[in-house]
Structure formats: structure tokens, C-alpha cells
């Protein structure tokens, strides 16, 4: 099993930069496909971006494509969402997933407010 924590949420201003983090810890990170995913209130969940455990493939939501970078350190157990010229519409919260050999757990998430 794989426990995850994100931190780095808050809120800033449209236009701002946040820096998601997701810590893992239980078993080998680096064999694991890591994602973010985002909840306003009132919808659905919905994919923001994923890496693969080498991270050799990236994918972006059409929504945060050219603002939003995922990244990872293997040594550091941890996956990044860097997040720029933020929008009002990016407002939720944020969780992290780990998904391997049909297995997938996510974190509690963190908040992201944007104000206009």
C-alpha cells in the first residue's frame, strides 16, 4: 500500500503561481504512475495531469496545458504540480493518486483558492 500527502495549497490571487507536493511513502515510489486530479464543489472529479513512473510520458487536461508542469523526484519519493497564471476556475481541491498493476490510492488533498 502507498500512503500519500499533498501539501502546498492556498490561496492566491488570479495570475499566481502555487506548487503542489505530493509525498509517498509504503512502497517503491518509482514504480508507480502518479497523477493530480481536482474537485470544485458541487462537480465531478476530473484529471488534471499524470507522469509515468519513469517519467518519460506526461499528459496535461486541456485546461492547464501551457500553465500547469508536473514533475518527479524518484529519490525524493515525491511528485510536483507546478501551477501558474492561476484562474478563479482552478479553484478546488487537489489530490494526488498513485496507480500501479491495476491498484490505485489516493491523498485527502489540499486546497486551492483562487481569487479574482
Known amino acids: 500500500q502507498v500512503q500519500l500527502v499533498e501539501s502546498g495549497g492556498g490561496l492566491v490571487q488570479a495570475g499566481g503561481s502555487l506548487r503542489l507536493s505530493c509525498a509517498a511513502s509504503?512502497?517503491?515510489?518509482?514504480?508507480?504512475?502518479m497523477g493530480w486530479f481536482r474537485q470544485a464543489p458541487g462537480k465531478e472529479r476530473e484529471f488534471v495531469a499524470a507522469?509515468?513512473?519513469?517519467?518519460?510520458?506526461?499528459y496535461y487536461a486541456d485546461s492547464v496545458k501551457g500553465r500547469f508542469t508536473i514533475s518527479r523526484d524518484n529519490a525524493k519519493n515525491t511528485v510536483y504540480l507546478q501551477m501558474n497564471s492561476l484562474k478563479p476556475e482552478d479553484t478546488a481541491l487537489y489530490h494526488c493518486?498513485?496507480?500501479?498493476?491495476?491498484?490505485?490510492?489516493w491523498g485527502q488533498g489540499t486546497q486551492v483558492t483562487v481569487s479574482s
Open positions: 509504503g512502497r517503491t515510489f518509482s514504480n508507480y504512475n
Open positions: 493518486a498513485a496507480e500501479a498493476r491495476g491498484s490505485t490510492y
Open positions: 507522469i509515468s513512473w519513469s517519467g518519460g510520458s506526461i
